[in-house]
């Protein structure tokens, strides 16, 4: 059936017309295999120094030899205290501008600076949280001033997500609800949240992905080149895995020898992500298919 | 009790709304604010006339970054060329020819592309492209602003790809219908009704994906070499504006002139990805809406 | 028995209802429990319905009939304000449930929506349990007694027509059941909240014939006990159903009486044609 199917796809485009056909499906080829190759060269050069001692150990010898292990650390705790700022605040904006706001002017302008924020290059948002958050509120270099700054970043991420999720929230169970004299709130809280939470899940997920591979913003705000010891508090520096990377490739005093360590990082890194991203992906996909039977 | 609770809620969904309008406006005021004393200090001719960044000379410091604008539209144009033209063929392809379960696939394929961190490509861009750019044109080091192009271009792709594919996908099927009813091939309907029909959409998707690319800072540091001489060709070593600020940010000195000639370099990048993006918006939500 | 926890219930929890009650004196015996005066409502610039004037007796089944889009639907959503939900809307005349201005500003929506419920065209249980569908009423209004939240689901569910199908399976998903069933829980569900009026938006017309059999049994049952306030775009179901009847026709109220005088000897003739059948 498949097989007639693609024949009759290929039987419709005759002649010289097949070119045309090749170069989209070409395209769409050359995009799959520049990412394919990206994948490729990462893990096969980079699974030869994935080891127990290289996750779960610290640099050592001038950071030629050794693990990680306080860079996967720290991008978790600054992932954490992203997530922590911008889902409850993005979810929260959202249910504004989908349960509360009427809709008109002002919520055409949220929306608009939402958009905006997201085309906001990541290098500015770290000048902004130097500025704002290590100097006016005087965090310092600091995982909370990443956090926050990383946090700001992934807000639009969030809110969209959060949005998406709402919005597919048959509106009969909003009506259901008023009608047994429900005030808003406990419309939003009983029943348009908890069939929201796959979706605030996903775009938490996303941020979470995002925060975790963005180097710019934390350049100033709290990512530290190298640290001895772990971060104890949210006002410590920590090391971050995108940011280790950059050092192994470029800063380093010896980069063809750490060359090794900086593949091992990317591995690590694009395997966090890809796999965030991944399960984003498939919790959305799952949930989609489940509005559109109408569950 | 119930209304009090009720009360509360709206205040706070409401400040969470306003807040957005307030992080945006925030960032604005912040660059403006700290780019002031730079203005009043220097002026603000100097930062854009010919000359260089040399925040550091003794005697007598200038900031120009006429170069780095040079560099930042040399990268920027230079990845559009390529990933324009491949992004909309991908999405053509993938809306128009691929059957469900390709899309199905390739689509969350292309997402994961865009979430591909930007240290990670440039790490890429440094160990495997440089190389080879340099052993194709017979240079010293890849290091320049082909290689930034190349990358930035990568980067672009899946917001491109993406944002075509649903204005491609947008545009009503009697249109397609129309054209292959008048004998039209599958060839002439993509490439003479569906295509320009859905125009608007593909500018719009070129326009982010330039947004993203002037703004793209960790791929662009590592891979073209961050001269800050004017330079000449693609095959030159270049400093973009985002760049800059990446580089001078860590060790510079809180409240000097430097510091605050780095917000002025902030808020020319702000501006720019500013008006793009906002011309972008304009163009997808063109149409009135229908209903809501 | 139900009368019993009822009114236990109502003492329980809700004192307000109890003062509303104490202070209604309905003045003398031509009580209306729903009166619209000179009723005008605006869906921003645009008048959908124009001077409706109408008196509903306590108890019974009034049903309001019409082509669509005449009115009718708004005009029921007029009674609990769920209007307010749409926003530029706008509403003038004097609208009294109970003898209660229920446009007045010191009115409280959430109470007035307790006193009045509604079931809608489709059947749009909550994604919850058949038990958390019909507790979810009584739960947003403060009652957290387990055992009085079982009594109220069980006489809910015994007034809904559904016990005897459900009761084994009160904690299995609402959205399991049928569309006949799901709409029973529905009338459930706006039974647990005790309240005296029923609005019904065309509750059978996405159900099948059968199911509809049921409902309309269950309606006739239930206006022993309750006013109920419903819109069908079936005559036959007024007639079946209705003890009054109302004609709507592009935002008026043509006519309103008995329901065997409506249509039998119609006064208007738009009505009588509606009824024979000539438009709609």
């Not at chain 2, 961190?117 to 160990?127: A, C, D, K, Q």
């Not at chain 2, 397609?176 to 593909?202: C, D, E, N, Y």
């Not at chain 3, 645009?46 to 639907?73: T, W, Y």
Request: net charge positive.
């Amino acid at each position: 059936m498949k097989l007639n199917r693609r024949k009759n796809i290929i039987a419709e485009w005759r002649g010289s017309e097949l070119i045309g056909y090749w170069l989209l499906r070409l395209s769409l080829l050359l995009v799959l295999i520049i990412l394919g190759f990206i994948i490729f060269d990462i893990f096969s050069k980079g699974i030869g120094v994935i080891n127990w001692e290289f996750i779960t150990a610290a640099p050592r010898v001038g950071m030629t030899e050794g693990g990680i292990f306080p860079a996967i650390i720290g991008t978790f705790y600054v992932t954490i205290i992203t997530v922590a700022f911008a889902v409850p605040l993005g979810v929260a904006a959202a249910i504004y501008l989908n349960e509360y706001a009427i809709q008109g002017t002002f919520t055409r302008l949220v929306r608009m600076s939402l958009r905006n924020l997201a085309g906001v290059p990541s290098i500015v948002f770290g000048l902004f949280g130097m500025a704002v958050f290590v100097k006016l509120f005087g965090f310092g270099p600091s995982l909370i001033a990443a956090g926050f700054t990383l946090g700001l970043l992934t807000l639009p991420v969030t809110v969209t997500a959060a949005e998406e999720a709402l919005i597919t929230v048959p509106r009969a169970y909003r009506a259901g609800s008023f009608a047994l004299g429900a005030t808003r709130w406990q419309v939003v809280r009983t029943v348009v949240l908890p069939r929201a939470i796959p979706g605030i899940l996903t775009g938490t997920i996303l941020g979470l992905a995002r925060a975790a591979g963005e180097t710019a913003p934390i350049l100033a705000t709290g990512a530290a080149f190298f640290l001895p010891y772990l971060p104890d508090s949210i006002k410590s520096q920590f090391m971050a895995l995108p940011y280790h990377l950059f050092i192994m490739s470029t800063q380093h005093h010896a980069l063809a020898i750490v060359r090794p360590i900086a593949y091992g990082t990317a591995l690590v890194l694009v395997t966090l992500v890809c796999i965030l991203n991944l399960a984003a992906v498939l919790l959305r996909k799952r949930y989609r298919d489940r509005v559109a039977k109408g569950l | 009790m119930r209304s009090i609770t009720e009360k509360i809620m709206r205040v706070i969904f409401w400040l969470s709304g306003i807040a957005i309008i307030v992080f945006l406006t925030g960032i604005l005021f912040t660059l403006l604010s700290n780019s002031i004393p730079a203005f009043t200090e220097i002026g603000i001719k100097p930062f854009f006339i010919e000359g260089l960044w040399r925040p550091g000379a003794y005697g007598e410091p200038t900031y120009s970054i006429n170069n780095f604008i040079v560099g930042t539209f040399m990268v920027t144009l230079g990845a559009l060329a390529f990933a324009v033209p491949l992004g909309v063929a991908a999405a053509a392809y993938l809306s128009e020819i691929a059957s469900p379960w390709e899309r199905e696939l390739f689509k969350p394929i292309v997402e994961v592309l865009a979430g591909i961190p930007s240290v990670v490509l440039g790490f890429i861009g440094l160990v495997v492209l440089a190389p080879l750019i340099a052993k194709l044109f017979g240079i010293p080091s890849g290091i320049n602003a082909l290689n930034g192009a190349i990358l930035v271009g990568i980067m672009a792709l899946p917001t491109i790809i993406t944002l075509a594919e649903d204005a491609i996908t947008a545009v009503p099927s009697d249109y397609r219908h129309a054209s292959l009813a008048l004998g039209g091939t599958r060839w002439q309907t993509i490439w003479k009704v569906t295509i320009p029909a859905a125009f608007s959409g593909i500018t719009a998707a070129t326009m982010l994906g330039m947004g993203r690319a002037i703004g793209e800072t960790m791929t662009v540091l590592m891979v073209t070499g961050n001269m800050i001489a004017r330079p000449s060709s693609f095959l030159d070593s270049v400093r973009t504006l985002s760049a800059n600020i990446a580089i001078d940010i860590g060790d510079v000195v809180f409240g000097s002139i430097h510091f605050h000639a780095l917000f002025v370099v902030g808020l020319v990048l702000f501006l720019i990805t500013f008006i793009i993006n906002l011309l972008a918006d304009i163009l997808i939500h063109r149409k009135p809406e229908v209903n809501k | 028995m139900m009368m019993q926890i009822l009114n236990g219930f109502k003492n329980g929890i809700s004192d307000a209802r109890h003062n509303v009650e104490m202070t209604e004196q309905p003045n003398g015996n031509n009580y209306c429990e729903v009166k619209v005066e000179q009723l005008n409502f605006y869906y921003g610039s645009k008048q959908a319905l124009f001077n409706v004037d109408i008196e509903v007796k306590e108890k019974g089944v009034a049903a309001l009939i019409g082509p669509s889009g005449c009115g009718k639907s708004t005009f029921l959503r007029v009674l609990n304000r769920m209007n307010d939900l749409i926003p530029g809307t706008r509403l003038e005349g004097m609208v009294t449930v109970h003898g209660e201005d229920i446009y007045d500003s010191s009115m409280d929506v959430v109470e007035l929506r307790k006193k009045v419920g509604m079931v809608f065209q489709q059947p749009n249980p909550f994604p919850k349990s058949i038990y958390d569908n019909v507790a979810y009423g009584p739960r947003i209004h403060g009652l957290k007694n387990k055992i009085m939240l079982n009594q109220i689901v069980e006489e809910s569910l015994i007034g809904g027509a559904l016990w005897d199908e459900v009761k084994d399976r009160l904690h299995e998903p609402a959205l399991a059941l049928s569309g006949g069933q799901q709409q029973r829980l529905c009338i459930a569900r706006a039974l647990a909240v005790q309240p005296r009026i029923l609005l019904m938006d065309e509750p059978t017309s996405a159900i099948d014939p059968i199911a509809t059999q049921r409902i309309e049994d269950l309606i006739r049952d239930l206006c022993k006990e309750y006013t109920i306030i419903i819109v069908t775009h079936n005559m036959q179901q007024a007639a079946r159903i209705s003890d009054f009847t109302g004609f709507f026709f592009q935002g008026e109220m043509i006519e309103w009486g008995k329901t065997a005088q409506i249509f039998t000897k119609p006064e208007d003739q738009r009505t009588e044609d509606y009824i024979t059948g000539r438009f709609g």
